[in-house]
């Protein structure tokens, strides 16, 4: 198709961009199919509104994208019409598309995982991987038909754009420039009202909540936005901004984060060992699902089923973040990630405390284990901060026998040189482990291949393989004289990709174990509570009739009573937990309330049913928020007289 005269380059920017929102509406579309089990509450009158409101969203990051490419076809000099000028004008349109392109099919993928699109915060996490290719080439392995399918799109961008030509003109007037300068100028007025989702005066820019004007629940927001769009608009860092809805006085009463000696008995010098695991779900666990399937699910960790029976551990229990750089801040520090992982924040500088830092003044010796690569995902960098004495990861193991050729060593391995190291050090001592085996791609020693049920999920056969390596570490450890001196806390670093119906809420995707766990001594039961991450610190500590005030945002999981809340937040919008009740806030408003011990599906939708409920439930969100945001910004982070 040839497009001649003065107007004709602005037609073809115009043909072309519509183009593009419509391969960005089948990538919608591809990204709902995907992952269609994670929004079982869309049907096709709420897809509709979804997509029309995504075109919103497509807008502002195709606009982005072709920033380049629309001022060079539309501004108004005769150069333009240079034939290798136009070949460059194709090949960045057709380049930073396919990038754009690329980025949306990454989630289709990496979806389940994180629960949330891409964000600018991924460069980070990944910035200190030392195999980051090799990483990148199993993923693009497992996951070949997405790059078949980015291939045909960006042949097809190709083909559209030889398809569409501008005809040159044979001669460039005065008159060609009055008429194209106001072009250029209009073009210019809606690039900037496209950018920001209008023109008026009290119009902010437009940015990731604004997707929940098209939805019901807050995970829809995610087939609303592009992920394009979610990483420009998350490129910087996010400033947490001052509240008070209550005065110094009301907040102590309604949310106090300054935790006092609770007990007048002295110092109990337990060694404390946590062991987090990747990708252990709560799904994955026989004993903590004992009402699924008619009581006959069985779960994939037949040593920590066994485990828990000797232990107490609770009826609710969830991870504060959906990645594994959210946890370690949860649960060292008592620390939540809100609105983006603490440590890429601009605040991970703040000074905090830690369960190390604070057994370490008790004369704890502290150390931390995780056998990937030193500086993989910033651990290293991270528990420096917290106060570890002894950082052991693949350089320390130095055995690359043992090299899975991916994240690090392997857990049984890795797990019997914890032990072994561990029993070099002085008591009391403060040890935590994270593990790596659980993680994509999800494959498990050659000695082990078919030994573990693989299950419906592929992590669920690695997740065996870790379950059987803790079995072997504990049977090493418990042979160790410091063993019955020792309480274990085991929990997740956060929940996965599910298979269970029971598990694809809002809720249950940050379901996990949380269970603690000493050998001398009648630890047993389980309580009918809430208990979140940021609770393990305060426990670990008022457990150990810690004598001196400390800072953690977090409660006493076993204090007890059901007073306590838990809360965790995806793309902005906080899931807040209060006894049987959880409730979806945006900040300014609460926009659902589902009770989850009448409806785990979540089904029903209690917002207009329970005003005395939700009056109680936004106070105490409102008290947190500002005890968060405030002590952030004023780093006010430690107990201080």
């Known amino acids: 198709m040839k497009l001649k005269g003065v107007f004709a380059p602005y037609f073809a920017v115009v043909i072309r961009f519509v183009f593009l929102l419509i391969i960005y509406a089948l990538l919608r579309l591809g990204f709902y199919w995907t992952n269609i089990s994670l929004f079982p509450h869309v049907n096709a009158g709420k897809l509709f509104v979804i997509f029309a409101g995504g075109v919103r969203f497509d807008i502002v990051a195709l606009l982005y ?17 240079n034939r290798i000028y136009q070949q460059i004008a194709k090949w960045i349109f057709v380049v930073t598309n396919s990038i754009g392109i690329a980025l949306n099919l990454v989630d289709f993928a990496y979806y389940p995982f994180t629960l949330k699109r891409t964000t600018g915060t991924v460069m980070d996490q990944f910035s200190n991987e030392s195999n980051l290719l090799k990483l990148t080439f199993d993923f693009c392995l497992d ?31 005065w008159k060609s420039f009055v008429v194209q300068l106001p072009l250029f100028l209009l073009t210019a007025f809606l690039f900037i009202g496209g950018v920001r989702g209008g023109w008026a005066h009290s119009t ?47 907040l102590v009463q309604l949310y106090d984060p300054i935790h006092l000696p609770q007990s007048d008995k002295p110092f ?35 040593f920590l089923d066994s485990l828990i029976r000797n232990a107490y551990t609770f009826s609710d229990t969830y991870a504060n973040g959906r990645k594994s750089i959210d946890a370690l801040p949860s649960v060292i520090t008592g620390i939540p990630s809100v609105g983006e992982p603490f440590v890429l924040s601009v605040y991970s500088g703040n000074e905090t405390t830690s369960l190390a830092k604070l057994l370490g003044k008790k004369g704890y010796e ?67 482990f994270f593990s790596l085996s659980s993680h994509h791609p999800f494959k498990v020693p050659e000695k082990y291949q078919g030994r573990f049920p693989k299950g419906p999920l592929p992590v669920q056969e690695p997740i065996g393989y870790t379950d059987n390596a803790l079995r072997e570490f504990f049977a090493t450890a418990s042979k160790m004289p410091w063993y019955k001196n020792t ?26 174990p949380i269970i603690f766990y000493s050998p001398g001594e009648n630890l047993v039961g389980k309580a009918d509570k809430l208990v979140q991450q940021i609770d393990i610190m305060p426990t670990v500590l008022n457990y150990l009739h810690y004598d001196e005030p400390y800072f953690a945002f977090g409660s006493d999981a076993f204090k007890p009573g059901r007073e306590n809340f838990v809360l965790n937040n995806n793309a902005g919008i906080y899931n807040f937990y209060y006894k049987d009740y959880m409730m979806s806030y945006d900040g300014m408003k609460s926009t659902s309330l589902y009770n989850l011990k009448q409806d785990r ?41």
């Open 65 to 81: 994208l072709n920033i380049l490419y629309i001022v060079m076809q539309t501004i108004p000099w005769p150069f333009k019409y």
């Open 487 to 512: 309480l274990f806390v085991i929990c997740a670093d956060h929940a996965t990709v599910s298979y269970l119906p029971e598990y694809q809420t809002t809720a249950g995707a940050f379901e996990i």
């Open 366 to 432: 502290t150390a931390f284990f995780h056998g990937a690569p030193n500086g993989s995902m910033g651990f290293s960098a991270y528990m420096k901060l917290a106060g570890i004495q002894h950082y052991f990861g693949k350089n320390e193991y130095n055995n690359d026998r043992d090299f899975d050729g991916i994240w690090g060593i392997w857990d049984e391995p890795f797990l019997q040189f914890v032990a072994n190291k561990m029993n070099t050090f002085h008591e009391p001592f403060f040890a935590s």
């Open 601 to 641: 599906f979540m089904k029903k939708d209690l917002l207009q049913q329970h005003p005395a409920i939700l009056d109680t439930m936004e106070s105490k969100v409102k008290a947190f928020v500002q005890q968060y945001n405030n002590r952030m910004i004023e780093n006010k982070l430690t107990y201080k007289k």
């Open 204 to 250: 902010r820019p437009i940015t990731l909540s604004n997707a929940g004007d098209y939805v019901d629940t807050p995970e829809e927001m995610n087939i609303v936005l592009n992920t394009p769009f979610s990483i420009l608009k998350t490129l910087k860092a996010v400033s947490l901004k001052p509240v008070k809805y209550y005065s110094e006085e009301e």
């Open 268 to 302: 109990n010098k337990k060694n404390v060992v946590v062991l987090i695991l990747e990708s252990f779900a709560k799904e994955h666990f026989g004993e903590l699902n004992k009402d699924i399937q008619g009581g006959k699910y069985k779960g994939y960790t037949p």
């Open 143 to 173: 996951y070949w038909y997405l790059l078949v399918v980015l291939a045909l799109i960006s042949y097809g961008l190709l083909r559209s754009y030889t398809f569409i030509q501008v005809e040159r003109t044979i001669r460039y007037t």
